[in-house]
C-alpha cells in the first residue's frame, strides 16, 4: 500500500510543482530573486534549494553517500533552466516512486546531515519526509507569492489529484 501512496505523493509533486513554476514564470527574474523575509531569501533561492534537496536524497535512496551542504546553493541563476530541470527532476522522481519495492520501503538508510551527525533512518520516514520537505518549502513560495502581484495557485491535494 506505501508504495502506491508514495506514487500518488510523487504524482502530486510534479503537479504541483508545475503550478508553482507556471505562477513564478509570470514574474520578472528581479521579483524572483527580491529579498524577502524567508530562510532561503528569495522565491528563486527557495525553487533552488528544494532542487538541492531532491538531488541530496535521491543519491540517498540510491545508496550513494551524498553530504547535505550547501543547502542554500544557487544551482541555476537562470529561471527558465531551473524550471526545465525542475520537470526533468519531477521526472525522476515519478520514476523513483514506480520502483519502490516493499523490501526497500522497510529497510534503513546511513545518513551524514550538514552538521556532519551520522543517521540511520526507517527509508519509510525519509521518504515521507522527502515529499513533506517540497510541500513544505512551495508553501513557504505560496506565502511570498502572496506579496507580489501574482495570485498564488491552488495547491491542495485533492483539488490538484482530482480536479
Known sequence: MLQKHFQMLARYNTLANRRIYDACALLSDA???RARPAFFKSIHGTLNHIMVG???????????????TGLDAILYEDFAELSAVRRLEDRRIENF?????EEFIKGTIKYVNNQGK?????VELLITHFFNHQTH???Q???MLTQTEIAP???DMHRIINP
Open 54 to 68: 531532491d538531488r541530496i536524497w535521491l543519491t540517498r535512496f540510491a545508496g550513494e553517500k551524498i553530504p547535505s
Open 97 to 101: 516512486a514506480a520502483g519502490l519495492t
Open 137 to 139: 518549502h512551495r508553501g
Open 141 to 143: 513560495i505560496h506565502d
Open 118 to 122: 551520522l543517521y540511520e533512518d526507517p
Open 31 to 33: 521579483e524572483r530573486k
Open 153 to 155: 495557485p491552488v495547491l
